[in-house]
């Protein structure tokens, strides 16, 4: 199994999650969770450009997507940013972003190509 490694930069407000090689929907859903009991930022950026996500279905995506539901007023005004240069993985990361802005949660989501076009939007000033 693959992992995912955390850095945070709390004077950017910004964590940032690394994904390596194979990874499961269970364990995304327990890094949202623990995210949300540790210190929230306002802005995530998920790099997926290393991973490989070939076993996810779509609904385990679903799952994932609807993970941060009850927890997401933390975050109100914030957004989360996923990097996916691999076709098959931008699908499944434009997917998500559907299913996360389709529940009205209090921050945005976007799925980009490149880190450099990730943090321009995160760190874009409001």
Known sequence: MGNIQKQVDSQKDLTVYTVL???SA????????KFYEDDVTLKVLWDLSKSDVSSLTASEIQGVAFTSRKSAGKRKGGKTAIVAS????????????????AQDLPF???????????????????
């Open 108 to 126: 945005e989501t976007q799925a980009f190509r490149t880190t450099e076009e990730a943090y321009q939007w995160l760190l874009e000033p409001e």
């Open 86 to 101: 691999e076709n098959l993985t931008f699908g499944l990361t434009r997917m998500y972003e559907l299913l996360t802005n």
């Open 26 to 33: 269970g364990q995304v859903r327990r890094v949202i969770l």
């Open 21 to 23: 090689g194979k990874i």
